[in-house]
């Protein structure tokens, strides 16, 4: 399975959207197929799951224009700005969200140091703690003070109590010597992380059609099965759905089931096969079982989106247990061996 090289010259609609979504992050990138016709999901989704590596060049290219195309169209009814600052803050990496918010500060009024309140806290840490205290004080005082204290606070004590005193006695500052200090720091800032950014396009692909779900989701992977079957078998390798919490064992599987609501397991359970409502009575006590086993006889029929929307929801739970550690899964496409 060969990953696409990509070009930025020669880059199509869908390959443009699949880099920006991928630079999106999964949250952004499932909302947005959720909108999105089956037709424009096959496109990208089979682009996405092609790309393994995008180079920082490309990925800016594409923010760009983007940006470019937000900002230029007058009938949006927001701020394209505003947008950006409150999407691309949550969901871009720090290197991309730098370099679309230096475009933002090049569309509007030069303000000094503009582009620092955009760096991460830990990396501005960095580039200014070797200079004079004079030279910090001065940049602190044109960031937001929730970061100018982030910041101070990450200074040694005398240090710190140095640096907040010439802030209270900064004064006058002459244009010229501030137009100095912020040219070093934008060279500074154009040094962090030039690097080629790499993705698996196959995993993050798989994580968000496990959040798409329903329809859509056999509606990309057939598709993509059709170009290029081995592909499609590797997404599906990479996908974890409800039946393959079989694969659970029982100590996790019972912290699992401490986290879901009755009537959340007895939605998800009506499509569910044999063995796994099995797997479940056998890990809740006998009146949780029965209690259980009520309410799903009283349930009545209900919506298939509602039964897909349950089991989602246990996916969830699920993901977000085995991210903070609580349980383990050796689940499809697992490399862990346990002995």
Partial sequence: MASTNLDSEKL??????????LAMGEEYTTSFFKELDEKSIQKVGKCMSD?????SDIVNIVT????????????????GKDFLQQVVNKTLDEETAREVFKVIGNESTSTPFRDLAYVPTDKLFNMIKGEHPQTIALILSYL???????????????????????????GQVQDEL????????????????????????????????????????????????????????????????????LQAEDRS?????????????????K?????????????LSERAADMLK??????????????????QNILRITKKLEAEGKIVLAGKGSEDTFV
């Avoid at 200074?155 to 900064?170: G, S």
């Fill in 294 to 311: 009520e309410d799903m006889e009283i349930m009545g029929p209900i919506r298939l989106k509602e039964v897909e929307e349950a089991q």
């Fill in 64 to 79: 760009n224009e983007f940006l470019k195309n937000f900002n230029s169209d007058v009938n949006l009814a927001v701020s």
């Fill in 51 to 55: 790309i393994t590596y995008v180079s």
């Fill in 253 to 269: 599987f019972r912290e699992i089931l401490q986290n879901v609501d009755n009537q959340g397991l007895a939605k998800a359970l």
């Fill in 12 to 21: 199509t609609g869908p390959q443009k959207a699949a880099i920006f979504l």
């Fill in 178 to 245: 501030i137009r100095e200090v912020d040219e070093a720091m934008k060279n500074d800032i154009s040094k962090i992380g030039t690097a080629t950014r790499k993705f698996d396009g196959v995993e993050i692909l798989a994580s968000i059609l496990n959040e798409v779900g329903g329809d859509a989701e056999e509606v990309i992977l057939s598709h993509i099965e059709k170009e290029d079957g081995d592909l499609a078998d590797s997404i599906r390798q990479k996908m974890f759905i409800f039946e393959d919490l």
């Fill in 144 to 170: 937001p003070y929730e970061k100018s204290a982030e910041i101070l606070n990450l200074f040694p004590e005398v240090r710190k109590t140095d640096i907040a005193l010439r802030i209270v006695t900064i």
């Fill in 271 to 283: 499509t569910a096969p044999e063995e796994l409502k099995e797997k479940i009575f056998n890990n």
